[in-house]
């Protein structure tokens, strides 16, 4: 037997690496051009796009034979030999009659291919070789036609060298070359995505192996000079070598914004904006639980006879105050501090226990007392320390509660620290007499 493979062997190891290699040299793994191309993968691919075309997927409907033909030979779908469409529309008719007759076949015999290929070969003298990478540039053209019609950003990814193919349209959208080499340091990469989504996505398709190869990352991409959100997905082929990964982009902005907008409506007083007493706990609970070493204080605060606001001036003045305080808690707090309203007219903060934590508690009872459009503003504070009570919520909670009280008890316009003294009396935040 002869160890050289045989001609279908050979032609099928043509057709299965260059079937995604492009006529005008775009295509990969080898980036053959032209006749470099095997005839044997341009003709598959040829045959991948009308099938595709004239096939009904669940992305589309099936277009019909003259439709086909006229986008194929109008370059539609990619860029052929010419010879090759020559062929192609010599045996169009052929290929419409054959299917309406339900044959499912074209009666061409094996002579009549012999001579389409001699024909082909004899006018380009192409090689064995270079007749086999033709057809990948026909899958793109495919990929690429898809992807206008679905409104996704396609591309591929090879790690060695690193480089992004990006597909027609989404080169187009993007504003970019289909082509980026180098993509974490090009200037055009880094405008569209930013440095910190690319290195997020780096991350992810790292951490990839070959039980889990797709990687999920939503994050902003500039589109027309406009942010959008997008969820990347990426499917790498060879995870366990990190060859390279091909992916997509799919517009997820309309989704992003909407739940966006509804998380914030579940986690925010709807009067003040600030977080509401669920989230804020929540919040806190986390930043217990992962920072157990940390130093915290939680502050209550009330605002003293904050009834005789609604009683004189009209409950749409009493929510102007509430605006006022929520305003004024933020301009006097960190962005890490935890800042929420918990009640009618009580808030809350949640921050670090600092050297300077008395000078700050001071800072902010005198930043949200004084006077409001002719209302006269007091508050009443009680605080809890971690260092004193510990680092449980309910604990820390109550204790500041307990503080709280204390103050109103002990005159109002104050603000008290919480010590033992002050253990399991009543609630501040349900009101402690009949004037709040």
Not at 31 to 36: A, M, Q
Not at 37 to 45: D, E, K, L, S, T
Not at 182 to 197: S, V, W
Not at 402 to 411: H, M, P, R, S, T
Request: net charge negative.
């Amino acid at each position: 037997m002869s160890s050289f493979p045989s001609i279908r062997t050979k032609a099928a190891r043509q057709i299965c690496r260059w079937h995604h290699e492009r006529y005008d040299g775009r295509g990969y793994p080898d980036g053959l051009k032209g006749d470099e191309i095997p005839i044997a993968a341009q003709i598959v691919a040829l045959a991948d796009v009308y099938d595709a075309l004239t096939s009904e997927r669940a992305y589309k409907k099936a277009f019909s034979h003259e439709k086909a033909v006229q986008m194929i030979t109008n370059g539609e779908c990619g860029t052929f030999s010419p010879e090759l469409l020559g062929c192609f529309r010599d045996v169009a008719d052929d290929i419409q009659r054959e299917f309406a007759s339900g044959s499912g076949r074209v009666d061409i015999s094996a002579k009549e291919v012999r001579g389409i290929t001699d024909e082909i070969l004899h006018k380009k003298e192409l090689t064995t070789s270079d007749r086999t990478l033709r057809l990948l540039e026909h899958e793109r053209a495919k990929y690429r036609f898809f992807a206008s019609m679905s409104n996704e950003i396609q591309f591929e990814y090879t790690a060695d060298p690193s480089m992004i193919t990006i597909s027609d349209w989404g080169a187009e959208q993007l504003g970019v070359k289909e082509i980026i080499m180098d993509p974490m340091h090009d200037e055009d990469a880094l405008r569209i995505i930013g440095q910190d989504a690319l290195e997020g996505l780096a991350r992810m398709l790292r951490s990839t192996t070959p039980e889990n190869p797709v990687a999920k990352y939503n994050c902003q991409i500039q589109v027309h000079g406009e942010p959008r959100w997008f969820q990347i997905i990426w499917s790498v082929d060879e995870p366990s070598e990190y060859l390279g990964a091909i992916g997509k982009a799919v517009d997820v902005h309309t989704e992003h914004t909407r739940m966006t907008d509804l998380e914030r409506v579940a986690s925010h007083d709807g009067l003040t904006g600030l977080l509401n007493r669920s989230k804020a706990e929540q919040m806190i609970r986390d930043r217990l639980l992962n920072f157990p070493n940390g130093k915290y204080a939680l502050f209550i605060i009330d605002l003293d006879y904050f009834k005789n606001a609604n009683d004189r001036c009209g409950h749409m003045f009493g929510d102007k105050v509430l605006k006022h305080i929520a305003e004024r808690l933020l301009s006097s707090t960190r962005k890490y501090d935890i800042t929420a309203r918990v009640g009618g007219d009580e808030f809350m903060i949640f921050m670090e226990d600092r050297k300077d934590i008395e000078g700050i508690i001071d800072r902010i009872f005198h930043a949200l007392s004084g006077t409001y459009e002719g209302f006269d503003i007091t508050i009443s504070m009680g605080i809890a320390r971690s260092k004193e009570v510990g680092h449980a919520y309910e604990v820390l909670f109550n204790c500041a509660d307990w503080a709280l009280y204390n103050a109103k008890k002990n005159g109002r316009a104050q603000y008290f620290f919480y010590d033992d003294s002050m253990k399991e009396v009543l609630s501040a935040i349900s009101s402690i007499d009949g004037e709040e």
